[in-house]
């Protein structure tokens, strides 16, 4: 079965305090999870090791890094090398998130290279890809993700592949409010499953977990989670919530 994950992102948000706290109640509120199951907090870079202590004992829950370097290492003041998080052994990491690629201007390009550095690094890449407003306007979504999926996954080899979570979030329903539709979300995922397909064969495909991220809550996980090619969900808002949070895992299927 394919690992079902929720996930937490955090942001640029909390104090220090406010987070260690938030990662406790978060599990004193949550179910167990199930051996198919994973639950991940991307949390702020200075907040990676006081996590990754309280979560360290309850099985299934992991830290994860917001971003990481596209560099191996040298003159890049401010970023953070995948070495790095590896020698502080973090496990994970979002790449290609819809807010650095429009505030940090990352392009797809740029993001292989991060996809390169997690995988060298034995740290998984949770790649984030998904649609502005206008281009789901235009019907044209498929398209643009399967571009971005193309530009920055397709020249791994099947095993480096297996290796990486997908996020599909598109970018209207991030922080908006404005969720898809379970079947918008199912229609995507399987577009992507098919794209995954056609380049890597069926068991590769079927073997890669693909989350959905924008505007899931406890109210909607339920009904998101429940279709066939969604495996959770990247959760921003509703994750800074300990109760919310911990229903939307125990969504999981
Ligand atoms: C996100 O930041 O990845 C996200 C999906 O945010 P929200 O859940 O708040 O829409």
Avoid at 71 to 78: E, P, Q
Avoid at 207 to 223: D, H, Q
Wanted: glycine letters at 6%.
């Amino acid at each position: 079965m394919r690992k079902q994950i929720a996930a937490a992102n955090w942001k640029m948000n909390l104090s220090l305090t406010e987070a260690t706290t938030l990662a406790e109640q978060f599990l004193q509120e949550m179910t167990p999870a199930k051996n198919h199951q994973l639950i991940v907090f991307a949390v702020p870079f200075p907040y990676l090791t006081a996590i990754q202590q309280i979560v360290a004992d309850t099985p299934q829950v992991f830290v994860a890094a917001q971003d990481c370097s596209a560099h191996a290492k040298g003159a890049y003041t401010g970023d953070t090398s995948v070495a790095m998080l590896q020698s502080i052994g973090v496990q994970y990491a979002l790449v290609g998130h819809s807010e650095r690629r429009e505030y940090q201007l990352e392009s797809n390009e740029l993001l292989a290279q991060k996809v390169n550095q997690c995988l060298a690094a034995g740290i998984t890449p949770i790649f984030c890809c998904g649609e502005p407003s206008n281009v789901r306007e235009e019907e044209k979504q498929a398209g643009y993700v399967t571009h971005q999926l193309k530009e920055s996954l397709f020249h791994l080899s099947a095993d480096e592949l297996q290796k990486v979570v997908i996020a599909y979030e598109p970018i209207w329903a991030i922080g908006t409010g404005k969720t898809a539709t379970s079947e918008q979300a199912q229609d995507m995922h399987a577009h992507i499953r098919e794209a995954l397909q056609i380049q890597y064969g069926a068991e590769v495909a079927q073997s890669i977990s693909i989350l959905y991220g924008g505007s899931v809550k406890a109210a909607n996980a339920n009904e998101i989670f429940s279709r066939s090619d969604v495996d959770g969900g990247l959760v921003g808002g509703a994750s800074l919530v300990a109760t919310e949070f911990a229903a939307i895992a125990q969504a999981l299927r």
